[in-house]
């Protein structure tokens, strides 16, 4: 998945005829249909990547993803905190962190 494009949000408001399937994501009230929230749930929840890791006795964690930038969050034993930010790509081998 690399990009969502999506023209008439309202039904209603299309191009000439092109309203006539009311396949939009809001009716002409814009209320919210069931379309928009699968839409919804495949990019916040399905499409999301969310993960509690720790290091094994190598002090490396692993976790999979989808392509994208991801905010990291290291804590240590001794409760020192180090954020940062990495992203994946189609080309992703693989990323080593230094704490």
């Known amino acids: ?3 969502i494009v999506y023209w008439n949000l309202k039904d ?3 191009w000439v005829n092109e309203d006539r399937c009311m396949g939009c994501l809001l009716d002409e009230n814009m209320r919210k249909k069931k379309s928009y929230y699968s839409i919804e749930r495949l ?3 399905e499409w999301n990547t969310c993960a509690n890791c720790k290091t ?3 002090g490396v964690a692993e976790f999979s993803g989808f ?3 991801y905010l990291v969050t290291i804590e240590t034993e001794n409760k020192t905190t180090k954020k940062l930010t990495v992203s994946f790509d189609k080309d992703y081998n693989g990323l080593t962190v230094l704490v």
Do not use: L
Request: hydrophobic share 20%; proline share 0%.
């Open 1 to 3: 998945m690399k990009g």
């Open 56 to 58: 094994n006795v190598d």
């Open 43 to 45: 990019i916040k929840q």
């Open 67 to 69: 392509y994208g930038d």
């Open 12 to 14: 209603g408001d299309t």
